[in-house]
């Protein structure tokens, strides 16, 4: 090749290299890059993880297949689990399903998910996100007194009657 090294480069970001433009192309004289939905899936899982607030994404069989999956040894996380995505050669429509902790607002849990997935799918694939959909399943509260929260074991609770 005869391109130099960082040709291409437009700046760095948080000591990463970024390479190619604003608008990077997917089609072009020399070829096509085509990127998988799972791919996509994987890239606005992982976004939707990073928002505090979400408990988890999937709605009751995405998250009864992924605990099943969690007790596999050896099994790795499915992170595009609970997210539905359609992609095209420009863009990309992406349909989320989380569960939420109890008292996030989520008016705005949903539009941090969306900001988050958005920035997250258009830097890393040059796709324009053209929708994020994001259905909220459940909410989680958290029991100081229920076993399994917090320090407590199943057999420390005291039993309702005596």
């Excluded at 999956?69 to 429509?93: F, Y």
């Amino acid at each position: 090749m005869t391109s130099e090294p960082g040709a291409g480069v437009s700046g760095t970001e948080g000591g990463r290299i970024r390479f190619g433009g604003s608008t990077p192309e997917l089609i072009d004289s020399q070829g096509r890059t085509i990127i998988a939905d799972a791919v996509v899936a994987k890239i606005a899982g992982i976004a939707t993880r990073e928002i505090s607030g979400v408990y988890d994404v999937g709605g009751g069989t995405a998250r009864v297949v992924g605990a099943l999956r969690d007790r596999i040894p050896g099994a790795r996380v499915n992170h595009g689990q609970g997210v539905a995505v359609e992609v095209g050669e420009k863009q990309a429509a992406i349909d989320i399903g989380i569960v939420a902790e109890y008292g996030v607002a989520l008016h705005e849990l949903a539009a941090g998910i969306r900001r988050n997935v958005i920035a997250a799918v258009e830097n890393m694939t040059g796709l324009e996100v053209t929708e994020v959909n994001i259905t909220v399943f459940d909410v989680v509260l958290f029991d100081e007194n229920e076993p399994g929260a917090g320090d407590t074991k199943p057999g420390d609770t005291k039993p309702r009657v005596q």
